[in-house]
């Protein structure tokens, strides 16, 4: 286990419609990076906060916000949803903001039908 | 170039073989090359890592080689067993910044 809280597990919606990823890091970590895996993308570098703050932007849609709060919990939110949205997000989280070594939760599969 | 380039794709290898993977980049940016492993239906976890000042390292059955002038880094396992099957993923990061990651190579390990 390693310590990355992600909820809901499995998430299943429509075209068009919006919703909440959650997850909370190991206690003590600052930083939460967000990650898309798909079969053909493979792990796609989203978005990273520090103790609050966006870190680092990588290919995140227009469509996708993030935020991290003050208990450090981040939540992943995603809009105007389609089909190829269909993927597995997986947040991570690290002690410092440096990106080194990370600790994934077991990731949200999200079915956009 | 913020790309891995990782082959090969899938590889099967029986059981007490090398199994090995590899990895290169263009970006000399990079600063820190880790590998991850992943099971099905769980998120990557940390295997082993390396920094670029060093040629290698080994951690029990498991080495990373790492060649700064070419450019490229590989994953040995040694005496491969079937509970390492699962999909590995080598990475490099960006001066302190995000991970970039490879696209994976699903390792089976045959009885």
């Known amino acids: 286990d390693s310590g990355v809280t992600q909820t809901p597990k499995h998430l299943i919606t429509a075209t068009g419609q919006r919703v909440t990823l959650r997850c909370s890091p190991r206690s003590g970590d600052l930083s939460v990076y967000w990650y898309q895996q798909s079969l053909d993308q493979g792990l796609q570098f989203l978005i990273q906060y520090y103790n609050g703050e966006e870190r680092a932007k990588g290919n995140i849609l227009e469509r996708f916000s993030a935020q991290q709060f003050p208990d450090l919990h981040s939540e992943l939110n995603l809009s105007s949803l389609e089909l190829g949205d269909s993927a597995l997000y997986f947040c991570?989280?690290?002690?410092?903001?440096?990106?080194?070594?990370?600790?994934f939760g077991s990731g949200t599969q999200l079915s956009v039908l | 170039q913020q790309q891995v380039k990782q082959s090969p794709q899938s590889l099967i290898v029986q059981k007490g073989g090398i199994s090995i993977i590899n990895c290169a980049y263009e970006?000399?940016?990079?600063?820190?090359f880790p590998w991850y492993q992943q099971f099905p239906g769980k998120g990557p976890a940390l295997l082993i890592a390396i920094r670029p000042d060093v040629s290698e390292k080994k951690e029990g059955r498991f080495t990373i080689s790492f060649n700064k002038s070419a450019k490229q880094f590989s994953l040995h396992i040694m005496d491969s067993q079937p509970g390492d099957s699962a999909t590995y993923f080598c990475?490099?990061?960006?001066?302190?910044?995000?991970?970039?990651f490879g696209t994976g190579t699903r390792l089976l390990v045959s009885p």
């Open positions: 991570a989280s690290s002690v410092g903001g440096a990106g080194g070594k990370l600790f």
């Open positions: 970006n000399t940016a990079f600063d820190y």
């Open positions: 990475a490099a990061r960006i001066s302190f910044q995000k991970l970039v």
